[in-house]
């Protein structure tokens, strides 16, 4: 930029700002830096775009989530996160625990999701006796009962007509 004397070899340079990249001179050329030999007067004009992101998105645990797309700089993304039955949305592997989360297009970036399983209870009433491994339990674990009468009685049954005292059971709600 500047005066230059006839035929002078002038070196232009076009630095983008945070975000866009060089795209073309107003003539069309698409080198950067670029040297030009005047012959007259000329006008030119340094084009600039906005920088192109990735965006995805990924999780651990039982779910789904939305809001993968390519962005430009500085756009909005809306990424949602679904947990299976049984799970739930824990947070983004970042902390962040909005569910819808908005996020800003600066990087290539991928958002993790973390599902973890739901916690039950497992409650259990004992006439006569003790029962071990009651307690809160993850969605599917798999708990141990073992049904202990007190002196002077006997293991009749559960209350769903089974009669072994030591049984299993698959947690898969209250």
Wanted: proline share 2%; with cysteine.
């Amino acid at each position: 930029v500047g005066t230059f004397a006839y035929e002078d070899t002038c070196q232009l340079t076009a630095t983008p700002n945070t975000g866009y990249h060089f795209a073309q001179w107003s003539d069309g050329v698409t080198e950067n830096p670029r040297s030009i030999v005047l012959t007259q007067d000329t006008n030119l004009t340094a084009e600039f775009a906005k920088n192109s992101y990735q965006i995805t998105t990924s999780h651990t645990g039982n779910g789904m989530t939305m809001g993968d797309t390519t962005a430009l700089y500085q756009d909005t993304i809306t990424l949602n996160a679904w947990a299976d039955y049984g799970w739930e949305f824990s947070g983004w592997e970042d902390g962040n625990t909005d569910n819808p989360r908005v996020v800003v297009a600066t990087e290539d970036k991928d958002y993790k999701a973390i599902f973890v399983r739901q916690q039950f209870s497992l409650i259990v009433i004992a006439e006569n006796g003790v029962v071990d491994g009651v307690g809160t339990f993850a969605y599917e674990d798999t708990c141990q009962l073992t049904a202990t009468p007190n002196t002077g009685y006997h293991f009749a049954q559960w209350s769903d007509g089974i009669t072994e005292n030591t049984r299993s059971i698959v947690l898969t709600k209250d």
